[in-house]
């Protein structure tokens, strides 16, 4: 048995850091293999993203029946899902009963935030710190960090004078904002902003939305889901599942295959109507050709112009809220429910920030073009230092002592996003390198994690004591990542998918392009190749 004293310091075989889908089910599975694990979370509860996320309209936009847990029959048949797309509210009750169903809690630490890990070469066992004074040291070490869980606030001049509320989609009060009789300003148009739009402008006096990029977003079709739909979601899940873990995506809705440079301009309607009627990520499915190819984006482009100005009563406000300049996709989509409507409210005024752009907060509003919007409460939906921020957050320090800020000084290294060259022992779930935000969160997490528990199970058996990615297979994944990426048009945006949005941040495409099907059967290959790769010491 492992040598445990307290949560305070002691001996573990491994530490998770995040409560979140990954965090748990990196728990129950390492458990299951006679570990002893601590898992590490900031937060007051598990649930990672679906803790802290609670702004109004808070809604995952995969649909409930792909977005669970694959691994327990029981836990599948036991929970029953109330509407297509699931809301913060129930997908963090679910991520409770997980918790309690697999007796998770006592060995997940909350209200802690690590703060460093350092892999110790004489002893070879990471030393792990928290903020709450702990000190751990432990074999294995993963990150379950989450990729969008470090939240960001522009310092606009003068907000620190601002004499009303502010608040961050990503850290919403648990006890809900009332913004009744209240004129509010949202500021951001991602996924975040378009959500909690519609619901605020419902509620406030006065909504004003500043602008500064218009997104590509498609309405849900959300509905409550009926017996039928919720007994077939159960019955027919093990089949969508294995489908969707070879797809490109991890979604379960079939790409068409069709290229839009060979269809017909009615072929090509047809198809986006289609998709547009289905609701959703559907959209990514409909040609083989949108993402890769200028001309065939452009039609997507001109797809989404047609259908705002259709929404949006006045068309000046349509023009403003049309997405140009960069490729349709370049920008994670939205899914919404009635985002481009709620601008025929009398309500609510959209600024363009490319026209007028904010210039400071007083105590009583926002400066924009040389006007002043007077508000009451100010909503940022201004997005996450992505995918490399709550790592770098850390202190983590390998061999020699090395920094990972410094070794990914220039932008992430990985080798398959699941190990960095350096970092013994170290793993990462869904890290950059990896499908990851490109793909149905919770397949990459289950394929993650099931690989991790795989190669360190593999390692205990063969008694080899160190796992370490060989910079060399790291190089050519790093390169192998960019080229795919650099042959589609994705790197064109000024997106948070390569760190537009972080002054300063390297510009690099942090998910990996290449499909969730291929890039799982990489990772199978390179365990049957005893770990190609990788470096084992015994
Ligand atoms: P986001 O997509 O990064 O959007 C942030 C918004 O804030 C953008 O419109 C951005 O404009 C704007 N912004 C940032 N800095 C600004 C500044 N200084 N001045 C004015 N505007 C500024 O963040 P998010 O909406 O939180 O979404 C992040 C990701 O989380 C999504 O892409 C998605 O993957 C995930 N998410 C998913 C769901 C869901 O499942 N339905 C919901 C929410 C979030 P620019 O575009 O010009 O930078």
Sequence with gaps: M?????????RYDAVVVGAGFGG?????RLREQGLSVRVFEAGSGVGGTWFWNRYPGARC??????????????????????????AQAELLAYLNHVADRFDLRRDIQLNTRVTGATFDEDTQFWQVETDGGDRI??????????CLSVPRTPSFTGLQDFAGATYHTSSWPHEGVDFTGKRVAVIGTGSSGIQSIPLIAEQAEQLTVFQRTPNHSVPAGNHALDADEQREGVERFAEKRRYATGTFTGLTLPDTGLLANESTPEQRDAVYEERWRQGGLAMYGAFADMLVDEKANAT?????SAKIHEKVADPEVAEKLT??????????????????????????????????????????????GGR??????????????????????????????????????AGPRTYLGLAVAGFPNMFLVTGPGSPSVFSNMIVSIEQHVDWITDAIERLRADGVRLMEADPKAEDAWVAHVNEVADSTLLPRANSWYVGANVTGKPRIFMPYLGGVGPYRQRCDEVAAQNYDGFQLVG
């Design 24 to 28: 748990m089910y990196m728990l129950h």
């Design 372 to 409: 002043e919007h007077a508000v009451d409460a100010v909503v940022f939906a201004t997005g996450f230092d992505a995918m490399t921020g709550a790592l770098l957050a850390m202190d983590i320090r390998g061999r020699d002592g090395r920094a990972l800020q410094e070794t990914w000084a």
């Design 137 to 146: 040291s432990a074999t294995y070490v993963v990150m379950a960090t989450g």
């Design 61 to 86: 936009d995969v649909e409930s029946v792909d977005y669970q847990f694959s691994f327990s029959e029981e836990l599948l048949r036991e929970w029953t899902w109330t509407e297509r797309y699931p």
């Design 2 to 10: 492992p040598e445990i004293s307290s949560s305070r310091t002691g």
């Design 323 to 368: 997405p140009r300049g960069y490729p349709f996709g370049g920008k994670r989509i939205c899914v919404d429910t009635n985002y481009f409507e709620t601008f025929n409210r009398d309500n609510v005024t959209l600024v363009d920030l490319h026209a007028e752009p904010i210039e400071r907060i007083t105590p009583g509003g926002i400066v924009a």
């Design 300 to 304: 997507a482009h001109e797809f989404f």
